[in-house]
């Protein structure tokens, strides 16, 4: 099993930073890729931003020049550093680690850190 622990959500005004750390541990050596997802109220899980299988990054066009996602392969950690927060990133924010095709396991969620950006 691979365990996600996620920290840094808050609330924060307009314009302000937030970063997000998720730590995974656990059978980490199953992991293929590491990234974050978002969920607003009413609205459908979306990508933020992860790091694909080869090491390259990709971001959701919305958060592009302002979000950067960086990992400390060390620690198993990915965090999310978030600039510029308009109250259109309110939102649950998830972390997810994507699972080895060669091993028959789903994909794994962290619990999910609350970012709220509001005046």
């Known amino acids: 099993q691979v365990r996600l622990v996620e920290s840094g959500g808050g609330s924060v005004q307009p314009g302000g930073s937030l970063r997000l750390s998720c730590a995974a541990s656990?059978?980490?050596?199953?992991?293929?890729?590491m990234g974050w997802y978002r969920q607003a109220p009413g609205k459908e899980r979306e990508l933020v931003a992860t790091?694909?299988?080869?090491?390259?990054?990709d971001y959701a066009d919305s958060v592009k020049g302002r979000f950067t996602i960086s990992r400390d392969k060390v620690k198993n950690t990915v965090y999310l550093q978030m600039n510029n927060l308009k109250p259109e990133d309110t939102a649950v924010y998830y972390c997810?680690?994507?699972?080895?095709?060669?091993?028959?396991?789903?994909?794994?969620w962290g619990q999910g850190t609350q970012v709220t950006v509001s005046s």
């Open positions: 790091f694909t299988p080869r090491g390259s990054t």
């Open positions: 997810h680690a994507e699972v080895r095709p060669d091993v028959l396991q789903d994909d794994y």
């Open positions: 656990g059978r980490t050596f199953i992991i293929n890729a």
